[in-house]
């Protein structure tokens, strides 16, 4: 009776087992696919991975272009893809020495060092004739093609932004485009800059490749066929036409690397259009740090003494302004002995020198009357809003052309009102310090807005979004003349007083009388609160000055003994001159 027991309960454990792994085949074949286990692995995607060599010429992923229609994040160039289980001794490999003007020897190293399909690693550049000589023998598993790749991440990385694999987001966002097969779970997605911003157009619709299918041990399965798979929709990828010049991204990088800027960057405006033309950040990062990306051009800082204008436009307009008044700028906003003895000055002077107790003393006069005239005023100039492109783009309600840009503040919104009432309070507000702050973007959009006449208007980034063939899907307008601008007679003081700091002698920017032309500017040095020797250190300006073509703003975040600030912008400056003048020829 105990043995028939055993018996039966042995066989419901064994039927329980081959139920279990009955289930279990179950689910693998036939339940769970696409999301096998806690970590949802796509069974069909990985059994065809395993059993696929495949060479990607295209990723499916749209590109940018820069304002003339040259490539920003990818390169396209001729390569010879080589399938190595493919070859044979029946190869012509002479004829490819001769079309590539390489020795057989080391065409056939390069082969056999392979495992999976690649490119032919080549010293010089495939010309499209040798690609044609190339395809013209016809070679099984030897194709020479047009392959893009994407850039290296250091040129312009702040605001073209990098891409990478996210199968959450993938799952969250695309999803119906998961289900479509159109994109896997290993297809790439910005993670920043306008990579992320532009992702909905940018994200692919299905690679193009070279694709032959192998057994266990590598060996082709179905003969020497190898399969090209390209997108069925001929208009894709899109495009993104962006408003910068490559020409002049390229001479702000260098610039910035030439001074070893270490923390900060500079943004460049063309101010008719009030498009972007240059946008650099530093440090940049790569693709250990992607996570860490901070595009300071678009995050605020600590202005300084570039905050002055804000105060000095409102002193005007509320005509305060008197011209046989002079302040002790001898002394500082604490009423003591100031480290930079400038004397007695009057309004001009104290702007173009820079000093702290004119504008201080202004500030109070002010506020007596007016407590919140400052905000007024920095919100009259942009500073205090999101100065890059905004606006409705089919189903996005706040489609924007710059990630994660931030506002401008007066005050920390965590303390109280009465902490900015004291007159100490109300003087460090006025020249830029204690909780003021403003993005740089917002500060060079500023200059643009003065040297224009007034009329504030949003940065475009883009131009357009276009198909493959070049028709246009989405066009991007000027949003310009929203905010209340300042009167004429004030935005022409504002420029002589700008002119003034750099053509006065004793002005702070004096350094740029060298250039060719006229600049118009102000400096800025802002203590950071990280030591008694670290500063933002700041030019903002336009150029030339007697017909403003470009506002340039550069800053220097670990300034600390040397000024690199103004010896930058000159640099860029000049260059931008010489990039504008050849391209007008």
């Given at each position: 009776m105990l043995s028939r027991k055993r018996t039966i309960a042995a066989g419901v454990i064994i039927l329980l087992f081959i139920f279990g792994l009955i289930y279990r085949l179950a689910d693998i074949q036939l339940i769970s696919t696409k999301s096998f286990s806690k970590n949802n692995v796509n069974l069909i995607e990985e059994s065809v991975n395993q059993r696929t060599h495949r060479f990607t010429i295209n990723d499916g992923r749209g590109y940018f272009l820069d304002r003339n229609g040259e490539l920003l994040s990818t390169d396209v160039k001729p390569q010879i893809v080589v399938f190595p289980n493919l070859y044979t001794r029946d190869w012509p490999v002479d004829a490819i020495s001769e079309i590539l003007q390489l020795p057989s020897q080391r065409i056939e190293n390069m082969i056999f060092s392979m495992e999976k399909p690649a490119a032919l690693l080549l010293l010089k550049e495939l010309t499209l004739q040798q690609m044609n000589q190339i395809n013209e023998l016809e070679i099984p598993g030897l194709y020479a093609q047009l392959v893009t790749k994407r850039k290296p991440l250091p040129f312009a990385n702040h605001i073209i932004g990098a891409v990478g694999e996210d199968p959450d987001l993938i799952k969250q966002k695309y999803k119906d485009k998961l289900e479509k097969g159109t994109v896997s779970t290993s297809t790439k997605t910005g993670?920043?800059?306008m990579q992320y911003t532009f992702d909905p157009f940018l994200i692919s619709e299905g690679e193009t490749q070279f694709i032959y299918h192998v057994d266990r041990q590598g060996n082709p399965l179905f003969g020497l066929d190898v399969k090209y798979r390209a997108q069925t929709n001929p208009l894709y990828p899109l495009h993104v036409k962006t408003t910068?010049?490559?020409?002049?991204?390229e001479a702000v990088e260098k610039y910035l690397s030439n001074h070893q800027v270490e923390a900060g960057g500079a943004v460049l405006l063309d101010i008719e259009s009030n498009e972007l033309l240059a946008l650099a950040s530093r440090p940049v990062f790569n693709s250990e740090t992607i996570y860490?990306?901070?595009?300071k051009m678009t995050t605020h800082q600590i202005p300084g003494s570039i905050f002055k204008i804000v105060t000095a436009a409102a002193a005007i307009e509320k005509n305060k302004i008197q011209n046989d008044k002079l302040y002790d700028c001898n002394l500082n906003i604490y009423g003591k002995e100031d480290e930079r003895k400038l004397g007695m000055l009057n309004f001009e002077q104290s702007?173009?020198?820079?000093?702290?107790?004119?504008?201080g003393d202004l500030a109070n006069e002010?506020?007596?009357?007016?407590?919140?005239?400052i905000e007024e005023y920095a919100s009259k100039l942009g500073l205090l809003d999101l100065n890059g492109w905004r606006g409705q783009v089919?189903?996005?309600d706040n489609f924007s052309h710059f990630y994660q840009e931030e506002r401008g503040q007066i005050r920390n919104p965590n303390k109280k009102i009465r902490d900015y009432q004291s007159r100490l309070a109300i003087s460090q507000?006025?020249?830029?310090?204690?909780?003021?702050?403003m993005t740089p973007l917002a500060a060079a959009n500023m200059m643009a807005t003065i040297a224009r006449?007034?009329?504030?208007?949003?940065?475009k980034a883009a131009k357009s979004v276009n198909f493959a063939n070049g028709t246009e899907l989405v066009e991007f307008k000027e949003h310009k003349g929203k905010k209340e601008s300042l009167s004429p007679y004030t935005i022409m003081r504002l420029q002589s007083l700008l002119v003034n700091t750099v053509k006065d002698e004793n002005g702070t920017g004096h350094t740029l009388q060298s250039l060719p032309f006229q600049v118009a500017g102000k400096t800025g040095t802002a203590q950071k609160g990280e030591g008694a020797n670290v500063y933002n250190k700041w030019f903002a300006g336009y150029f030339p000055a007697d017909n403003p073509k470009f506002a340039l703003v550069v800053v220097d975040m670990k300034y600390d003994t040397e000024n690199r600030t103004t010896s930058v912008y000159a640099d860029i400056a000049k260059a931008v001159m010489e990039i504008s003048d050849s391209q007008q020829e």
């Amino acid at each position: 009776m105990l043995s028939r027991k055993r018996t039966i309960a042995a066989g419901v454990i064994i039927l329980l087992f081959i139920f279990g792994l009955i289930y279990r085949l179950a689910d693998i074949q036939l339940i769970s696919t696409k999301s096998f286990s806690k970590n949802n692995v796509n069974l069909i995607e990985e059994s065809v991975n395993q059993r696929t060599h495949r060479f990607t010429i295209n990723d499916g992923r749209g590109y940018f272009l820069d304002r003339n229609g040259e490539l920003l994040s990818t390169d396209v160039k001729p390569q010879i893809v080589v399938f190595p289980n493919l070859y044979t001794r029946d190869w012509p490999v002479d004829a490819i020495s001769e079309i590539l003007q390489l020795p057989s020897q080391r065409i056939e190293n390069m082969i056999f060092s392979m495992e999976k399909p690649a490119a032919l690693l080549l010293l010089k550049e495939l010309t499209l004739q040798q690609m044609n000589q190339i395809n013209e023998l016809e070679i099984p598993g030897l194709y020479a093609q047009l392959v893009t790749k994407r850039k290296p991440l250091p040129f312009a990385n702040h605001i073209i932004g990098a891409v990478g694999e996210d199968p959450d987001l993938i799952k969250q966002k695309y999803k119906d485009k998961l289900e479509k097969g159109t994109v896997s779970t290993s297809t790439k997605t910005g993670k920043n800059g306008m990579q992320y911003t532009f992702d909905p157009f940018l994200i692919s619709e299905g690679e193009t490749q070279f694709i032959y299918h192998v057994d266990r041990q590598g060996n082709p399965l179905f003969g020497l066929d190898v399969k090209y798979r390209a997108q069925t929709n001929p208009l894709y990828p899109l495009h993104v036409k962006t408003t910068i010049d490559k020409r002049m991204q390229e001479a702000v990088e260098k610039y910035l690397s030439n001074h070893q800027v270490e923390a900060g960057g500079a943004v460049l405006l063309d101010i008719e259009s009030n498009e972007l033309l240059a946008l650099a950040s530093r440090p940049v990062f790569n693709s250990e740090t992607i996570y860490e990306h901070e595009n300071k051009m678009t995050t605020h800082q600590i202005p300084g003494s570039i905050f002055k204008i804000v105060t000095a436009a409102a002193a005007i307009e509320k005509n305060k302004i008197q011209n046989d008044k002079l302040y002790d700028c001898n002394l500082n906003i604490y009423g003591k002995e100031d480290e930079r003895k400038l004397g007695m000055l009057n309004f001009e002077q104290s702007f173009s020198q820079s000093c702290n107790k004119t504008f201080g003393d202004l500030a109070n006069e002010m506020a007596a009357e007016d407590n919140n005239f400052i905000e007024e005023y920095a919100s009259k100039l942009g500073l205090l809003d999101l100065n890059g492109w905004r606006g409705q783009v089919y189903h996005f309600d706040n489609f924007s052309h710059f990630y994660q840009e931030e506002r401008g503040q007066i005050r920390n919104p965590n303390k109280k009102i009465r902490d900015y009432q004291s007159r100490l309070a109300i003087s460090q507000t006025a020249i830029g310090q204690l909780d003021v702050k403003m993005t740089p973007l917002a500060a060079a959009n500023m200059m643009a807005t003065i040297a224009r006449g007034g009329t504030w208007s949003e940065v475009k980034a883009a131009k357009s979004v276009n198909f493959a063939n070049g028709t246009e899907l989405v066009e991007f307008k000027e949003h310009k003349g929203k905010k209340e601008s300042l009167s004429p007679y004030t935005i022409m003081r504002l420029q002589s007083l700008l002119v003034n700091t750099v053509k006065d002698e004793n002005g702070t920017g004096h350094t740029l009388q060298s250039l060719p032309f006229q600049v118009a500017g102000k400096t800025g040095t802002a203590q950071k609160g990280e030591g008694a020797n670290v500063y933002n250190k700041w030019f903002a300006g336009y150029f030339p000055a007697d017909n403003p073509k470009f506002a340039l703003v550069v800053v220097d975040m670990k300034y600390d003994t040397e000024n690199r600030t103004t010896s930058v912008y000159a640099d860029i400056a000049k260059a931008v001159m010489e990039i504008s003048d050849s391209q007008q020829e």
